[in-house]
């Protein structure tokens, strides 16, 4: 019940390796910063392309197969979580460039733009950070480091990740934060959802499933959520929260903290 495989779906997932050989899913929160620096390298960090560490991207650039772009482009629009986001560069229109808007900040050269996805004015990242093939990170949001984002996935306006994950098509569009958590395939956090991550007395976390119960060591640790699960606005989970997979918790509230079943509805 608490392996990765009874939350996730990891067939065909981008990032299912990092889930290999685990037998219980937290376990995953200790491999996200070595895990996503590792795909950095290998993909090839491109911040480097953009201006030093801390200052401001000051016009909107392209980034194509190597390459940076200040001139010689036109963004057509589209949405890149589905795939629809087009550049016309140098005459032809292609549909691989990831976009970078004026006014983004990148903290160092820890960080993968993969091709599709985009950054709009206002966001500020710091590495290590892995942004997936059509994915977004919108205005305002802040990507603290260790932070894994999939394919077709959105980090919204002022949304805060530290130390987390975003599986192919999650959400998280609006004022949120997930600190020490991962979201699966297609969860879509509803606005101000909030995953904390830190008890205000410090003990262990304790999972119970059945007549067992697990002892967790880890001082933070945030909320898992099964593919398919949603949550209404201004809702938060309690740390060491998880939710298995298509369950729905409603607008404003509380989630208790430890396993919640499959499809539950938490009101």
């Known amino acids: 019940m608490l392996a990765p495989s009874d939350f996730f779906d990891l067939e065909g997932l981008t990032h299912a390796e990092l889930f290999t050989g685990l037998e219980l899913v937290w376990e995953a929160l200790d491999r996200i910063r070595d895990y996503t620096t590792a795909q950095v390298e290998a993909a090839g960090a491109n911040a480097a392309l953009l201006p030093r560490q801390g200052e ?7 980034l194509h197969q190597g390459r940076i772009y200040h001139d010689g482009f036109e963004l057509l629009g589209g949405d890149p979580t589905k ?17 970078v808007h004026a006014g983004s900040v990148f903290m160092d050269t820890q960080v993968h733009l993969a091709p599709g996805c985009k950054v709009e004015p206002g966001a500020l990242i710091k590495g290590p950070a892995f942004i ?3 994915s977004e990170v919108r205005q305002g949001a802040y990507l603290r480091g260790g932070c894994l984002v999939g394919r077709g996935c959105v980090v919204g306006h002022t949304t805060e990740m530290k130390n987390a994950v975003m599986l192919d098509g999650a959400k998280a569009g609006h004022f949120a934060y997930l600190g020490d958590s991962i979201l699966g395939r297609e969860v879509n956090l509803g606005a101000g959802t909030k995953l904390a991550n830190l008890k ?3 003990r262990p976390y304790r999972i119970t499933v059945g007549d067992t119960t697990h002892r967790v060591q880890r001082r933070k640790f945030g909320a898992i959520l099964g593919d398919g699960c949603q949550t209404g606005c201004n809702c938060v989970t309690n740390p060491g929260t998880l939710l298995a997979p298509r369950c729905l918790v409603a607008p404003c509230v509380a989630v208790p903290a430890g396993y919640h079943k499959p499809r539950s509805v938490i009101r």
């Open 56 to 62: 401001l991207v000051t016009r909107t650039v392209v």
């Open 132 to 134: 997936g093939p059509g």
């Open 83 to 99: 795939g629809q986001m087009q550049v016309r560069l140098e005459g032809r229109v292609v549909n691989d460039a990831a976009v």
């Open 200 to 202: 205000i007395v410090e």
